[in-house]
């Protein structure tokens, strides 16, 4: 089952390679210019404060860092589940009522 997983891990990643693919996917609109930009210039201030920075923080301090933004990144996630959840058995609710109809 393994094998499967990385055989299709790397048929995308081919394709994502290959440029005239690259370009259907543009055009399909199946891409967003506005995250990857935000991205690739957030990148720029983050790799300054990565090497500035970080470097030179001890390691206790790094440590704690790295547990608030794990802790951070952890309870986003949970809210967004949680948000899903509820936002899907409203729909559940509100196509059942209708059904009763």
């Given at each position: 089952?393994?094998?499967?997983?990385?055989?299709?891990?790397?048929?995308?990643?081919?394709?994502?390679?290959?440029?005239?693919e690259a370009r259907r996917i543009?055009?399909?609109?199946?891409?967003?210019?506005?995250?990857?930009?935000?991205?690739?210039?957030?990148?720029?201030?983050?790799?300054?404060?990565?090497?500035?920075?970080?470097?030179?923080?001890?390691?206790?301090?790094?440590?704690?860092?790295?547990?608030?933004?794990?802790?951070?990144?952890a309870s986003a996630m949970l809210?967004?589940?949680?948000?899903?959840?509820?936002?899907?058995?409203?729909?559940?609710?509100?196509?059942?009522?209708?059904?009763?109809?």
């Amino acid at each position: 089952m393994q094998t499967t997983v990385l055989r299709s891990n790397a048929n995308t990643m081919m394709q994502i390679k290959d440029p005239g693919e690259a370009r259907r996917i543009i055009r399909a609109g199946s891409y967003s210019v506005g995250p990857s930009l935000g991205l690739m210039l957030g990148g720029i201030p983050a790799v300054l404060v990565a090497g500035l920075i970080v470097k030179s923080l001890p390691l206790t301090a790094l440590r704690w860092l790295v547990v608030a933004v794990v802790a951070y990144a952890a309870s986003a996630m949970l809210r967004s589940a949680r948000s899903e959840r509820t936002s899907a058995a409203r729909d559940v609710e509100s196509s059942s009522s209708v059904a009763l109809r």
